[in-house]
């Protein structure tokens, strides 16, 4: 057993050498309580809802999410809207479709089967409307980030004034949690800038709680399914073990050598 | 013939009983290849290997595919859980001398695979066409360019033309798929290689097979090495359904960009010491040589240690030195992960000298002048005729265990 321990030991050193080399920058992000850690971590359902309101009302004019469906927003483990509600909002979205028999473009209403409708055209169109900078989509945005929700729950409330000693472009604002403090993106969120159906207080901390979430889920849309599977499969494992360690301590005591 | 070898493998091949569970890991490693190989097989049924719809079609896995995400973070937690096991491999080996005679051979197979491995790796990296894929492909690629004159060609020629551009992903998927077989045929070889001479163990002194101190494979080292990896699989579990991220770096969730430089390009985390080792030499061509020469200077390895002693049990200064080198590369690992400048590199250089010095001059050297411990004649029967030497030995095995 003394070697399991040293090599648990070993796998434990190798993981903290590896995990340091990632926090090379070394700002406090904001702490909040997600539901999804942990091992039987889950989405908070009526976060998701907001979240995807916000990302909606506020993101979406700049931000595409070229990975998702209208399905997902009613498929299990998401925000979970019901099937009527997510073809009302797919619904009212435009779609390009086409060519018909006339070899035309057409547009039409929204399906569930369709992929969210993107902001721009392209990645030019984007760039040419947003001075340059391209916003990035969203779909795996929480996973492309090194400090991932925590980052950007941090960032959407980390817009103060720039200390006199940082001068700023048009355009350009000052960020603490911005890597390098300048981001191109104006504080999106202010106080009550979308207004809840279920009533809660739209506060800027709310809705950066809100929409990271909702990020979260869109980045990995079978988180919960993955917590629940894992817990059965550790489970099992260790069962089966133990189990296991009994029939080799068996098996073994036939010789006389130490297992 | 290799086949009854293998099936002979599973049943009543004589095993030396003091085994311990460093030992297990030959098994592991076959379920970890087994596991790539299966999960990679589904995965190539549903990937693209496209420039422009490969980063898609990963997502695609991650979203649509029924249970896509399962398959894809078993395959590449399993890539990192197969180094970690590869590396205890290796690492026993050194500590117990199992490369030396008469198991040269099943070494240099060993190092062969662990090549592959790595090139298997490195591609397999390169295929969801993230930005670390894409520019951890353009570092490494470029390498070729340090040889002189044709380097340039050669890089032209990896490429498929002048950038990292989509026949270079064609190719890598090709090739990322060729490498598991040939590891596959090669590991089958490496067992083979094993049938002849039989287990090194713990003692590191020959055994007559089978007799008191051998034990049939079946049961006892199936249960054994059973039990091991379940214990193995609990912490491969614990990564692919708690932390799939953990060991992946998370610029690879941006598609590939090649008007975009990630801050920091550093590789996947078991090629970090060979990767501080590169940068470590100031000069491009040197880098590589001394990268390259890292691995190499394994195969030639049972050739390097002088001593006639096999297991680091009765080498009492080979065990400090070997302490230090599993320290040395763990350090290498962690400047790897850092930026080349000031005192890491300063480290890294110092690592990197330490890493060859312990294998052209500490080890020749020490095989002449330590003195090694009296060892038992067999490992049932004790020593010399009993004398306090077994008393000495058995101390210094269970300390190690």
Not at chain 1, 91 to 105: C, I, L, Q, R, Y
């Amino acid at each position: 057993m003394k070697n399991l321990f040293k090599l648990f030991s070993i796998i434990i050193l190798i993981i903290t050498s590896n995990s340091n080399s990632f926090a090379a920058e070394k700002v406090e992000y904001i702490k909040t309580d997600w539901s999804f850690k942990g091992l039987f971590g889950k989405f908070d359902r009526a976060s998701l809802q907001r979240g995807y309101q916000v990302y909606t009302e506020v993101c979406a004019s700049c931000h595409s999410m070229k990975y998702l469906s209208y399905r997902n927003l009613a498929e299990p483990g998401g925000p979970e809207f019901s099937e009527a509600q997510a073809k009302a909002i797919a619904a009212s979205f435009e779609v390009t479709d086409g060519p018909n028999s006339d070899g035309e473009m057409f547009t039409r209403p929204g399906k569930l089967s369709d992929k969210f409708v993107m902001p721009y055209d392209n990645v030019k169109a984007a760039q040419a409307a947003n001075g340059g900078a391209y916003p990035p989509d969203m779909s795996v945005l929480v996973k492309a980030r090194g400090g991932g929700v925590d980052y950007i729950y941090s960032l959407l409330q980390g817009y103060e004034e720039a200390p006199s000693n940082v001068s700023l472009d048009d355009g350009v604002y000052y960020n603490k949690y911005m890597y390098g403090n300048k981001i191109r993106m104006a504080a999106p969120l202010s106080d009550g800038l979308v207004e809840y159906g279920d009533g809660t207080n739209a506060t800027v901390e709310q809705m950066s709680k809100d929409v990271t979430t909702f990020l979260m889920w869109s980045a990995e849309p079978h988180l919960e399914s993955r917590h629940q599977m894992g817990f059965k499969a550790i489970v099992y494992l260790i069962i089966l073990t133990v189990l296991v360690y009994f029939s080799m301590k068996r098996i073994w005591s036939r010789v006389e050598s130490e297992v | 013939m290799p086949l009854l070898t293998l099936a002979n493998h599973l049943t009543d091949y004589p095993t030396p009983k003091n085994l311990n569970y460093w030992w297990t890991f030959g098994g592991i490693l076959t379920f970890c290849l087994i596991t790539q190989i299966v999960t990679g097989l589904t995965l190539a049924m549903h990937y693209i290997a496209h420039a422009d719809m490969a980063f898609e079609s990963v997502e695609h896995i991650m979203r649509d595919v029924n249970y896509g995400w399962l398959i894809r973070y078993i395959h590449a937690n399993g890539a990192s859980m197969f180094f970690l096991a590869v590396y205890i491999h290796i690492f026993r080996s050194l500590f117990y001398g199992s490369y030396k005679a008469p198991r040269e051979i099943i070494w240099i197979i060993g190092i062969i695979i662990y090549l592959l491995m790595m090139a298997a790796a490195f591609m397999g990296y390169v295929l969801p066409w993230g930005q670390m894929s894409f520019w951890g492909a353009t570092v490494i690629t470029n390498l070729f360019s340090a040889i002189p004159l044709v380097g340039e060609g050669i890089v032209t020629w990896l490429w498929g033309g002048y950038s990292v551009d989509n026949p270079t992903l064609t190719r890598f998927f090709t090739l990322h798929y060729l490498i598991p077989f040939l590891i596959l045929g090669l590991v089958v070889l490496h067992i083979w290689a094993l049938h002849v001479p039989g287990n090194n163990n713990p003692i590191g002194i020959d055994i007559k097979k089978p007799s008191k101190d051998t034990v049939p494979f079946h049961p006892y080292i199936v249960i054994k090495d059973g039990f091991a990896l379940l214990m193995f699989m609990i912490v491969f579990a614990f990564f692919v359904f708690y932390a799939p991220n953990i060991l992946g770096h998370a610029d690879n969730y941006i598609e590939a960009n090649p008007m975009v430089t990630p801050a920091h390009i550093v590789p996947e985390w078991y090629l970090l010491p060979f990767y501080a080792i590169l940068r470590s030499v100031p000069d491009k061509l040197l880098g590589v040589v001394a990268m390259l020469s890292a691995i190499l200077i394994l195969a030639v390895l049972p050739w390097l240690d002088t001593s006639k002693i096999r297991s680091a049990v009765f080498r009492p200064l080979y065990k400090q030195f070997y302490w230090i080198l599993v320290a040395d590369v763990l350090i290498l690992g962690y400047v790897g992960a850092m930026p080349a400048e000031g005192l890491y590199l300063l480290i890294a250089r110092v690592a990197t000298a330490y890493y060859f010095l312990h294998f052209l001059v500490i080890l020749p050297v020490l095989g002449f002048k330590e003195k090694t411990l009296p060892v038992p004649l067999s490992i049932t029967e004790p020593v010399l005729g009993g004398s306090p030497n077994l008393a000495a030995a058995r101390n210094k095995e269970s300390k190690i265990e």
